[in-house]
């Protein structure tokens, strides 16, 4: 019985997945496109997805196991403008709603990953992520940018400055940042919201905040502790049987586990708490 439910519930998933890939394969004999379509089975497509298509070239799209597309996920691909456009989604990546692609070069991503709320990809040559990537809500990545003249008074429109971009292994974007042209971001970096990122960092572990971004030391004061609710949360996405392995690859009846029980929680050993008398003393040994 529970299987049977399963599989109705599962009906407009299948549909919407069927009419997202239709919807490709129509555009593509509609403006005579040559399309490398490898699209696993286990897709889940949300409602509102929409797909656009302009004419020549060749597209090639391959999505891996267990990704996600929520509602409101915008691919728009420009073929024929110089080279083939190509997106890599490699096993378990999620995009959040209102995740848009603009495709005319190159999009990789190694997964697993997770895009936040209305991330903006806009990829004219290349844009590789690496493995445990993701971003906060509203943040845009970009290769290009448009060219100025000399005089720094004009802007062509049809005239582009292409510098592929590429993220490193557990890269983090929070909220409403930028990463523009040109950028290469080492593992383990952290960019902070708000924050304008250009250049090259090439440091693993490096903490970037401001605009223009600059490099952030890491406070002393503030003490980076392991939250253990959230660690044994972010291991899982779902209890079902096919859920998604999280970043470091529990599953769910482990990640569960790992969660301590709530009535046992003490906010000596796992609060705020534990770290007051410590920045107190911090405080009083810097203004002494």
């Not at 090639?60 to 190509?86: A, N």
């Not at 903006?120 to 509203?138: A, D, I, K, L, M």
């Not at 845009?140 to 582009?160: G, P, R």
């Not at 971001?185 to 919201?193: G, N």
Request: charge should be positive; charged fraction near 20%; glycine fraction near 10%.
């Amino acid at each position: 019985m529970q299987a049977l439910v399963s599989k109705i519930f599962k009906i407009p998933v299948r549909y919407r997945r069927l009419k997202f890939i239709l919807r490709i394969k129509f555009l593509a004999l509609l403006m005579g496109v040559e399309t490398d379509l490898d699209i696993d089975k286990s897709l889940n497509v949300g409602k509102n997805c929409r797909v656009m298509l302009t004419k020549g070239g060749k597209v090639s799209i391959k999505i891996g196991y267990g990704c996600v597309m929520e509602d409101g996920f915008h691919l728009q691909i420009f073929g024929g403008v110089g080279q083939d456009p190509t997106l890599i989604v490699g096993d378990h990546v999620v995009f959040h709603r209102n995740v848009s692609i603009t495709l005319s070069g190159t999009l990789r991503m190694q997964g697993p990953n997770e895009w936040g709320i209305g991330t903006v990809f806009r990829v004219s040559q290349g844009v590789e992520c690496g493995s445990h990537c993701g971003s906060g809500e509203y943040v845009s990545i970009f290769d290009f940018t448009h060219a100025i003249d000399e005089k720094l008074e004009n802007v062509f429109q049809k005239t582009l400055i292409c510098q592929p971009v590429k993220l490193g292994d557990h890269v983090v974007l929070s909220c409403h940042s930028t990463i523009n042209p040109g950028v290469v971001l080492s593992q383990l970096t952290l960019v902070f919201p708000h924050t304008s990122v250009s250049g090259q960092w090439l440091e693993p572990g490096t903490m970037i905040s401001g605009v223009p971004g600059r490099k952030l030391n890491k406070p002393e004061i503030i003490p980076l502790f392991e939250n253990p609710f959230a660690a044994g949360m972010i291991t899982w996405q779902g209890n079902e049987p096919n859920a998604g392995p999280g970043p470091n690859f529990k599953t769910a009846e482990q990640a569960l586990k790992d969660i301590p029980d709530p009535t046992r929680y003490n906010h000596t050993e796992h609060g705020w708490s534990r770290f007051e008398k410590e920045i107190a003393e911090k405080f009083a040994a810097r203004s002494s």
